[in-house]
């Protein structure tokens, strides 16, 4: 499947970029227009983005060219792409120059690579960037160097790893102005290294965005809850879950190192629904891990973060009773939706906890 998917999306890049050559009707003179997305290009920007790469490198348009004032407190002609933000330097006399995108968008998520570990040298046959303290290597420094270097991507902020995106999932590397995708399943073609769609999720960085390529038609099942998604959905994060004897409590994972939360779903009477409440994970290795306490035989007491909620809570305690077998190791997606309700993906099961922004709690097969 994967495979037919892969050749299903290089089909779509030259389809797009056939698409793309032919201009709409109403265009002006000195402008490309584009169907796909309704915006045309001009004048300085329209000629950087013709002879750098046009749609494999930018993508499409996706705003009008307006004056805009960036993140490094320039003010002068932008206009957003699919990949990227061009700026019109020309009063400055530097021409069309790429935004700082891959910095942006870390920072946005609270992700200081400035501050990140650095490396202190290459491996043979890789490439050391001293302002930066990170390194290049295979397809991705021949990609650069190929393809504009310094100028068009920017000084390498982080050493390739492996991320988990809404539509992508496996290795990438940050530059200032980029972000590369590994795909060696297209090994040999041009599309080995593809960048990513930083623009589109950077114009609008808090608007609503995608939902999670595994969750899409679930949330299509409940177009009135699931209308908005946030950005920066936790994509394959480590969970922990424990069943109880009237619930279950589902641990996720901080996102950029912060505490986790504590998801806790049980039926209430009073309500005749399934109920979900959510707590930070306070507890600490300094913590004690057990509260000492001996549960009815066949039960288990909770532990650690799960085990402090559960006795600092007596109501939550008395409702959802002993744990029923111990924690199970496990991982999944959370998303937000920006009226309040949430889908918590637990991959083991293949199950999806629908969280109403009013206190109620569906538990459903998700929807392949």
């Not at 102005?177 to 060696?184: D, K, N, S």
Request: proline share 8%; glycine share 10%.
């Amino acid at each position: 499947m994967r495979r037919v998917m892969m050749k299903l999306l290089m089909a779509m890049i030259l389809v797009g970029s056939f698409i793309a050559a032919q201009p709409a009707a109403a265009a002006t003179p000195g402008e490309r227009c584009f169907r796909e997305t309704g915006f045309c290009i001009s004048g300085a920007i329209r000629t950087y983005w013709e002879r750098n790469g046009g749609l494999q490198v930018f993508g499409y348009p996706i705003r009008a060219q307006q004056v805009e004032t960036n993140n490094d407190n320039w003010t002068g002609p932008t206009q957003w792409f699919e990949r990227d933000r061009l700026e019109d330097h020309a009063n400055e006399r530097l021409g069309v120059l790429a935004g700082r995108l891959g910095v942006s968008y870390l920072e946005i998520q609270g992700r200081r690579w400035d501050s990140a570990p650095r490396v202190g040298r290459a491996e043979p046959g890789c490439r050391y960037f001293a302002p930066t303290g990170h390194t290049l290597c295979g397809a991705f420094l021949n990609y650069w160097e190929r393809n504009g270097g310094l100028e068009r991507f920017g000084y390498p902020i982080t050493e390739p790893r492996l991320e988990n995106l809404v539509d992508f999932s496996g290795t990438i590397q940050y530059f200032e102005r980029r972000r590369m995708e590994l795909h060696p399943e297209l090994a040999g073609t041009p599309y080995e290294v593809l960048l990513g769609l930083l623009g589109s999720d950077l114009v609008e960085p808090y608007g609503c965005k995608p939902v999670i390529k595994d969750l899409r038609h679930t949330a299509d099942a409940y177009p009135d809850l699931f209308r908005c998604p946030s950005p920066f959905p936790q994509i394959w994060a480590n969970m922990v879950t424990q069943p109880y004897e009237r619930g279950q409590m589902v641990w996720i994972e901080g996102i950029n190192g912060g505490p986790g939360a504590i998801w806790v779903v049980f039926y209430d009477n009073s309500r005749q629904s399934l109920i979900w409440q959510q707590f930070y994970d306070s507890w600490t290795p300094n913590d004690p891990t057990s509260g000492g306490e001996t549960p009815p035989p066949g039960l288990v007491e909770p532990i650690r973060g799960f085990g402090k909620v559960w006795r600092e809570n007596p109501a939550l305690r008395n409702t959802l009773g002993w744990a029923v077998r111990p924690e199970l190791p496990d991982s999944g997606h959370l998303q937000y939706f920006q009226n309040g309700a949430w889908m918590l993906y637990r991959a083991s099961v293949d199950r999806v906890f629908i969280l109403r922004n009013d206190g109620r709690a569906d538990d459903i097969t998700r929807i392949p």
